[in-house]
T-cell receptor
Framework: EDQVTQSPEALRLQEGESSSLNCSYT??????LFWYRQDPGKGPEFLFT???AGEEKEKERLKATLTKKESFLHITAPKPEDSATYLC?????????????FGKGTLLTVNP | EAQVTQNPRYLITVTGKKLTVTCSQN?????MSWYRQDPGLGLRQIYY???????DKGDVPEGYKVSRKEKRNFPLILESPSPNQTSLYFC?????????????????FGSGTQLSVL
């Protein structure tokens, strides 16, 4: 069964305090690992796609990495505007079908 | 502007009254999907469509119907809504689903439809 698990469920940081969010995933059938940001009451906004172990991508204070079993979203020197729910999702392909399975998310709060 | 448009944004209805939530995308995407989001449960896939006239069940399809008669539209139909279908619903689309060409699976989401079934 496809499964994506995120931790922690919630994370509270002080402005400038770097940290990482974790996403573990089922390997079988994975076509890509996605990170999204979601603000309250809005649709998820795409951040990154990772395809191979060892791959890294960066955007401003965010850096996503991928290993054979996990992905990490590193947040360097966060600012209050980085506060949001961060979602990890695995794209799984089976035959002619394709499903994107989301983790439950990590609620990040950055205090000034 | 490239976008996924859902309507309505908010909907309050009563048990058993059929309703349709519309979803339209203007990016010529092949793949479209519906999700529901509930506190503590995250985003769960209801139905998806790999292309016109091709739909399949996601993880929580019970009580929902979809159709894909045109490439741009993917309506979600609740034939007889019940209170347990009260949720925040999102439509999403991507150029391809599971394509070998990287980058084509990036999902674009609509703004959501908050549904309350009384």
């Amino acid at each position: 069964e496809d499964q994506v698990t995120q931790s922690p469920e919630a994370l509270r940081l002080q402005e400038g305090e770097s940290s990482s969010l974790n996403c573990s995933y089922t390997v079988s059938g994975l076509r890509g690992l996605f990170w999204y940001r979601q603000d309250p009451g809005k649709g998820p906004e795409f951040l990154f796609t990772l395809y191979s172990a060892g791959e890294e991508k960066e955007k401003e204070r965010l850096k996503a990495t991928l290993t054979k079993k996990e992905s990490f979203l590193h947040i360097t020197a966060p600012k209050p505007e980085d506060s949001a729910t961060y979602l990890c999702a695995g794209g799984y392909s089976g035959g002619s079908n394709y499903k994107l399975t989301f983790g439950k998310g990590t609620l990040l709060t950055v205090n000034p | 502007e490239a976008q996924v448009t859902q309507n309505p944004r908010y909907l309050i209805t009563v048990t058993g009254k059929k309703l349709t939530v519309t979803c339209s995308q203007n990016m010529n995407h092949e793949y479209m999907s519906w999700y529901r989001q509930d506190p503590g449960l995250g985003l769960r896939q209801i139905y998806y469509s790999m292309n016109v006239e091709v739909t399949d069940k996601g993880d929580v399809p019970e009580g929902y119907k979809v159709s894909r008669k045109e490439k741009r539209n993917f309506p979600l139909i609740l034939e007889s809504p019940s209170p347990n279908q009260t949720s925040l619903y999102f439509c999403a689309s991507s150029l391809r689903g599971g394509s070998l060409r990287r980058g084509n699976e990036k999902l674009f989401f609509g703004s959501g439809t908050q549904l309350s079934v009384l």
